[in-house]
């Protein structure tokens, strides 16, 4: 009885651009629900994460670890992951927040190595990142340091959760995932870890939306563009695509 009355209250609130406060709502008094992915949208999307010695490359800090992972249609297909050394070392404050240490980065392969190995991987596919414009930033200082182009490309997750999630407590990763309830094994602050976290996350948002909302498939345009909307305007915005 609960589970209908929550929907009938998401469907009369949805013309009047309550509706991504209510699938938060329905999440509390329903319970934690299963995403079953459908197989409708079949573009390969690669969700990555880079740790780092710092910030910005603008301050001369470099890539460490990348780690990355293809999905299409709800499934993950692919993993990419490897440290890197560029040559410099990690300060104390990064060993403690990655576990990544000097003599970690010291092993592993040279940056640029695994970096051509990386454009291999992502080709021309879309990108996805958890505030995707600092792994964007590293992406392209580390391409552009083998010769490569940039790429553009990116949803950020982070940015869209804000919009479907307005009521989670904060838009981390590490708090989107115990608020989803998504799967996890406990490790963050490791570039595959956060990847493949990202990854549920974003195949969750584009759940939520399809099943919420009617549409046949929630592609990486609408979710891309969706980070670039305006709050207010976002239930607008998702019915005038389901309608285009």
């Given at each position: 009885?609960?589970?209908?009355?929550?929907?009938?209250?998401?469907?009369?609130?949805?013309?009047?651009?309550?509706?991504?406060?209510?699938?938060?709502?329905?999440?509390?008094?329903?319970?934690?629900?299963?995403?079953?992915?459908?197989?409708?949208?079949?573009?390969?999307?690669?969700?990555?994460?880079?740790?780092?010695?710092?910030?910005?490359?603008?301050?001369?800090?470099?890539?460490?670890?990348?780690?990355?992972?293809?999905?299409?249609?709800?499934?993950i297909?692919?993993?990419?992951?490897?440290?890197?050394?560029?040559?410099?070392?990690?300060?104390?404050?990064?060993?403690?927040?990655?576990?990544?240490?000097?003599q970690?980065?010291?092993?592993?392969?040279?940056?640029?190595?695994?970096?051509?190995?990386?454009?291999?991987?992502?080709?021309?596919?879309?990108?996805?990142?958890?505030?995707?414009?600092?792994?964007?930033?590293?992406?392209?200082a580390?391409?552009?340091?083998?010769?490569?182009?940039?790429?553009?490309?990116f949803?950020?997750?982070?940015?869209?959760?804000?919009?479907?999630?307005?009521?989670?407590?904060?838009?981390?990763?590490?708090?989107?995932?115990?608020?989803?309830?998504?799967?996890?094994?406990?490790?963050?602050?490791?570039?595959?870890?956060?990847?493949?976290?990202?990854?549920?996350?974003?195949?969750?948002?584009?759940?939520?939306?399809?099943?919420?909302?009617?549409?046949?498939?929630?592609?990486?345009?609408?979710?891309?563009?969706?980070?670039?909307?305006?709050?207010?305007?976002?239930?607008?915005?998702?019915?005038?695509?389901?309608?285009?």
């Open positions: 009885m609960e589970e209908v009355e929550c929907l009938e209250c998401v469907h009369h609130h949805l013309f009047y651009g309550c509706f991504f406060t209510l699938i938060t709502l329905a999440k509390k008094t329903v319970g934690h629900y299963n995403f079953v992915m459908h197989s409708t949208d079949r573009e390969t999307i690669v969700v990555l994460d880079f740790e780092t010695t710092g910030i910005s490359p603008d301050y001369g800090d470099r890539a460490i670890e990348i780690g990355a992972v293809k999905i299409r249609a709800g499934q297909l692919d993993r990419f992951q490897s440290l890197m050394n560029p040559g410099v070392g990690v300060s104390q404050f990064i060993e403690n927040y990655t576990g990544i240490t000097n970690m980065v010291q092993e592993a392969p040279d940056a640029c190595e695994v970096m051509r190995d990386f454009a291999d991987f992502i080709g021309d596919k879309p990108l996805v990142a958890h505030n995707a414009s600092f792994d964007k930033r590293f992406l392209n580390e391409l552009a340091r083998i010769g490569q182009k940039c790429r553009d490309n949803g950020c997750s982070m940015l869209i959760s804000r919009r479907v999630y307005p009521d989670a407590p904060n838009h981390k990763l590490e708090t989107l995932v115990r608020y989803k309830e998504l799967q996890t094994d406990g490790t963050f602050h490791r570039a595959l870890a956060d990847a493949e976290m990202t990854a549920h996350l974003w195949m969750g948002m584009a759940e939520d939306l399809r099943s919420f909302y009617g549409f046949d498939k929630v592609s990486f345009v609408l979710m891309r563009d969706l980070a670039k909307v305006p709050k207010a305007q976002v239930s607008a915005y998702l019915l005038k695509s389901l309608n285009s």
